[in-house]
């Protein structure tokens, strides 16, 4: 599988130049950079969210009174885990500042 | 689907130099200033015993953080509260600020956030000079070795744009999102459910994360 991906992905940055006649498949490319930085960002964070989610959710359906403890360090944990994502998203405002 | 763009400037010039202000911001932040001013009128007049219902939501709010800010910080916690509790009712006034039509959440501009996000960070750094001295403030930056140095300062400095771009990106990235479906089903039906998810559940969210996230890095200058 990550054969047929790396071969698309090389098909993709092959066929670029193909019809760069103008500036605009750069600008393209630079706005696909800053797509795939959030987005993959995104994913993974969302897979580490989900995992702290289910854990602190597994706390509380055996403990349901701790539920009021577990909330805030569930909070902070998930605000914690999602703050990598936003400096892919500052990350993604630079690399459109370029355009 | 110009709504995302559409700026309202205000330049000003003094001296040869020219200040551009954000004036849409400016008025939303004012607007939410005079509905903090009139809920908190509402909830102190004719205060008794027997709480009406305005001062019972605000007793209600003040004593959750106080809760919290006792439970994380301690013995302090009395001269830390009433900035959470401030920075807390702000920033979730200006959330829900975006339900109402016509109105625009002051919390979309970053330069509203980034602000709020540079009160909390001096604020934890002053204390923690003033709880562990100079010497040893400057210390835990060379801590565990000489060479983490910069690593640390730029942890340091990188608290501030996680937990500013954190609710500007929410905030701004649930208005977009609300323009642009809009846009998509022509105004049909969806809107109004969108505006209550984003400006109600992810604003309330964001607003209490922000707080958290402040009082979190006062108590972390305090007992590390």
Same mark, same amino acid.
């Given at each position: 599988?990550?054969?047929?991906?790396?071969?698309?992905? +090389?098909?993709?940055?092959?066929? &670029? /130049?193909?019809?760069?006649?103008?500036?605009?498949?750069?600008?393209?490319?630079?706005?696909?950079?800053?797509?795939? @930085?959030? @987005?993959?960002? @995104?994913?993974?964070?969302?897979?580490?969210?989900?995992?702290?989610?289910?854990?602190?959710?597994?706390? =509380?359906?055996?403990? /349901?009174?701790?539920?009021? !403890?577990?909330?805030?360090?569930?909070?902070?944990?998930?605000?914690?885990?999602? %703050?990598?994502?936003?400096? @892919?998203? *500052?990350?993604?405002?630079?690399?459109?500042?370029?355009? | 689907?110009?709504? =995302?763009?559409?700026?309202?400037?205000? *330049?000003?010039?003094?001296?040869?130099?020219?200040?551009?202000?954000?004036?849409?911001?400016? *008025?939303?932040?004012?607007?939410?200033?005079? *509905?903090?001013?009139?809920?908190?009128?509402?909830?102190?007049?004719? &205060?008794?015993?027997?709480?009406?219902?305005?001062?019972?939501?605000?007793?209600?709010?003040?004593?959750?953080?106080?809760?919290? +800010?006792?439970?994380?910080?301690?013995?302090?916690?009395?001269?830390?509260?009433?900035?959470?509790?401030?920075?807390?009712?702000?920033?979730?006034? %200006?959330?829900?600020?975006?339900?109402?039509?016509?109105?625009?959440? /002051?919390?979309?501009?970053?330069?509203?956030?980034?602000?709020?996000?540079?009160?909390?960070?001096?604020?934890?750094?002053?204390?923690? =000079?003033?709880?562990?001295?100079?010497?040893?403030?400057? !210390?835990?930056?060379?801590?565990?070795?000489?060479?983490?140095?910069?690593?640390?300062?730029?942890?340091?400095?990188?608290?501030?744009? %996680?937990?500013?771009?954190?609710?500007?990106?929410?905030?701004?990235?649930?208005?977009?999102?609300?323009?642009?479906?809009?846009?998509?089903?022509?105004?049909?039906?969806?809107?109004?459910?969108? $505006?209550?998810?984003?400006?109600?559940?992810?604003? +309330?969210? $964001?607003?209490?994360?922000?707080?958290?996230?402040?009082?979190?890095?006062?108590?972390?200058?305090?007992?590390?």
């Amino acid at each position: 599988m990550f054969k047929r991906v790396f071969y698309t992905m +090389t098909m993709v940055a092959m066929a &670029a /130049p193909a019809f760069a006649a103008d500036a605009s498949v750069g600008t393209g490319m630079i706005a696909l950079a800053a797509g795939l @930085a959030i @987005a993959i960002a @995104a994913a993974f964070g969302a897979l580490g969210q989900g995992r702290a989610a289910a854990t602190a959710l597994e706390g =509380i359906a055996r403990n /349901p009174a701790a539920s009021g !403890k577990l909330t805030t360090p569930m909070i902070i944990g998930l605000a914690l885990i999602e %703050s990598l994502v936003i400096y @892919a998203l *500052v990350i993604a405002f630079i690399i459109l500042g370029k355009i | 689907m110009e709504e =995302i763009t559409r700026q309202w400037l205000w *330049v000003i010039d003094l001296w040869g130099h020219e200040f551009t202000l954000n004036a849409r911001t400016l *008025v939303m932040t004012w607007i939410v200033v005079g *509905v903090i001013l009139f809920f908190v009128f509402l909830a102190t007049r004719k &205060a008794s015993l027997v709480p009406h219902t305005a001062q019972n939501i605000a007793e209600m709010m003040l004593e959750a953080f106080k809760g919290l +800010t006792d439970e994380s910080i301690g013995e302090r916690s009395q001269s830390y509260f009433p900035l959470i509790m401030t920075t807390f009712i702000f920033v979730l006034i %200006s959330n829900w600020l975006g339900m109402v039509p016509f109105l625009s959440e /002051p919390t979309r501009d970053i330069n509203t956030v980034f602000p709020l996000g540079l009160i909390g960070f001096v604020v934890a750094h002053a204390t923690s =000079i003033k709880v562990k001295g100079f010497k040893r403030y400057i !210390k835990g930056y060379f801590e565990p070795f000489f060479i983490m140095f910069p690593l640390n300062v730029i942890g340091e400095l990188a608290k501030v744009i %996680s937990i500013s771009f954190r609710l500007y990106g929410n905030i701004m990235g649930g208005a977009i999102i609300i323009i642009v479906v809009s846009e998509l089903v022509h105004n049909w039906l969806l809107p109004p459910f969108l $505006q209550f998810f984003f400006g109600f559940f992810v604003g +309330t969210i $964001q607003a209490l994360v922000f707080a958290m996230l402040t009082l979190t890095y006062i108590s972390l200058a305090i007992h590390e």
